[in-house]
């Protein structure tokens, strides 16, 4: 009998026992899952950027940044359409300073960047800067020999001029170490007049390269190439057929004119609105 009531008695503390623990158990897991509906997930808030209040552009170069061809009713070139481009788009008020000079080679361009005053003051300012050389570099060279130029001595001129050209943009960060620089290479006009040429556009392809390859050794340059801008297949016909090329100017069939101008600020442009982290913010 006592040990009837003993065992009645172990069976009711463990029935006790187990049936604390579950209500614990049950009570605490409740709880839990409670507090786990309650806490929120808090996002955490992207970090905006603003924007600058202003954008100045400064254009460095030959002919093509003077704006040489240009219709009148635009003028400037690529230089004036870029400006309002960056405007339109990114809300932004624009301004540009063009070093452009018709007929100058890197050699020149480098003096004016060592001796112009004004250029000394807006380099350091600039948010974007715009660079076209070498082809009055290749005009000398087509000057020099004549009908005899052959790829060979292309490729010796290129070699030479890639060596100017590291100068002339080591001149530049010297004065702006951050803005962008988008470096236009060189097209070829030429193509009814160096048709005796053997792999003329070759050599033309080859000199992009080059300066290519030059401006890849610096940091935020980015090479704009437009060498076949002006030489699709059905304006190669046209220009075999009638010896004229319609985006170039008429009275030089050498620089762009006013539609030219149009496709080249659109390669230009494309460079620049998908760099803008490296311009457009503070």
Avoid: C
């Amino acid at each position: 009998m006592k040990k009837k009531s003993i065992w009645i008695i172990i069976l009711v503390v463990l029935l006790v026992a187990i049936s604390g623990g579950t209500y614990y158990f049950v009570k605490n897991n409740n709880q839990e899952i409670k507090e786990t509906k309650t806490i929120k997930k808090i996002k955490p808030k992207k970090k905006v950027i603003p924007k600058k209040k202003a954008i100045s552009i400064v254009a460095i170069g030959d002919s093509l940044t003077q704006g040489v061809g240009d219709s009148k009713s635009v003028g400037g070139g690529y230089v004036t359409r870029l400006t309002q481009k960056v405007q339109r788009k990114y809300k932004v008020k624009t301004e540009s300073h063009n070093y452009g000079v018709s007929g100058d080679t890197s050699q020149q361009i480098m003096a004016r960047i060592e001796s112009d005053k004004n250029m000394h003051q807006d380099l350091p300012k600039a948010d974007i800067i715009t660079v076209t050389v070498g082809g009055n570099d290749f005009m000398h060279l087509l000057q020099r020999k004549g009908l005899d130029l052959t790829e060979g001595n292309i490729a010796d001129e290129q070699v030479k001029f890639d060596k100017r050209l590291n100068k002339l943009l080591t001149d530049i960060r010297s004065y702006n170490k951050t803005a962008p620089i988008y470096l236009v290479g060189i097209y070829n006009p030429f193509s009814i007049y160096l048709s005796n040429v053997k792999n003329a556009k070759v050599a033309f392809v080859n000199w992009n390269k080059g300066s290519a390859k030059v401006a890849s050794n610096f940091n935020d340059i980015h090479f704009v190439d437009i060498n076949n801008l002006y030489q699709t297949k059905s304006i190669n016909a046209k220009v075999k057929k009638d010896g004229v090329n319609p985006y170039l100017y008429k009275k030089d069939h050498f620089h762009p004119n006013g539609t030219g101008y149009d496709m080249m600020t659109d390669k230009i442009f494309e460079q620049v609105s998908g760099t803008t982290k490296e311009w457009l913010y503070k």
